[in-house]
């Protein structure tokens, strides 16, 4: 079998789509987005391997558990491993799975582990990227919607007399989270397009808190 990612991609997608649950914010529209980002970012490192991008792109979600789970920094590994046992029936190459695992394994935020390779590099800055911008800001909601959380603090959306807590109020996770990831993003593409998004979550912010407290100014 081919080794270029076209020829993966039936597969990869087939794969992902198997392991889908009901989560709207990682679904397969997601890991399309991953990838289209990610083959962006492959443009300024002709070095790196596409297919054990794409692949991981595909297959990071493979064990994908609720953000409030408190195994939710293992889902990564568990992926990868499961990752590497679909595709090695597949006949995937052997000498690339461990790369593979790696780049699956790091793109976790909560599991922390330092991406080592290019590929890996890619892939953390694609899925981040991802959760900023407009559709990040749709997906905060969406996953906010399905943890209970309410929309905003009644009297301090801000957090400025108080703790943030982004497990009780949405609004919170743009500073408790979002707003760290332009600095995170591994590649130099990554942090700018990181930092691009990131202000239209911020401009968001300032809208909502205007309104939210009841400012009926144009």
């Known amino acids: 079998m081919s ?39 492959l443009t300024s490192y002709p070095q790196a391997d596409p297919l054990v991008v794409q692949a991981a792109c595909y297959l990071h979600d493979l064990v994908n558990l609720p953000k409030d789970h408190q195994q939710r920094h293992q889902a990564s590994r568990q992926s990868a491993q499961l990752a590497c046992t679909q595709l090695s029936a597949l006949g995937f190459p052997a000498g690339k799975l461990t790369a593979l695992a790696h780049a699956i394994e790091a793109h976790s935020f909560s599991a922390a582990i330092k991406p080592t390779s290019i590929e890996a590099c890619i892939v953390q800055d694609a899925d981040r990227l991802d959760a900023l911008g407009t559709v990040g800001l749709a997906r ?16 301090d959306p801000l957090a400025q007399c108080r703790e943030s807590d982004d497990k009780r109020y949405a609004l919170d996770h743009i500073g408790i989270k979002l707003a760290a990831l332009p600095a995170s993003m591994q590649t130099g593409a990554g942090r700018l397009l990181g930092q691009q998004r990131l202000q239209l979550l911020l401009d968001f912010r300032s809208a909502f808190v205007s309104e939210w407290s009841g400012d009926a100014s144009l």
């Open 3 to 41: 080794f270029h990612p076209a020829t993966w991609q039936t597969h990869l997608i087939t794969l992902a789509s198997a392991a889908a649950g009901n989560d709207g914010a990682h679904d397969l529209s997601h890991l399309h987005r991953v990838w289209r980002t990610a083959q962006t970012l």
């Open 140 to 155: 905060l909601f969406y996953t906010a919607g399905r943890m209970g959380s309410a929309l905003a603090h009644p009297d």
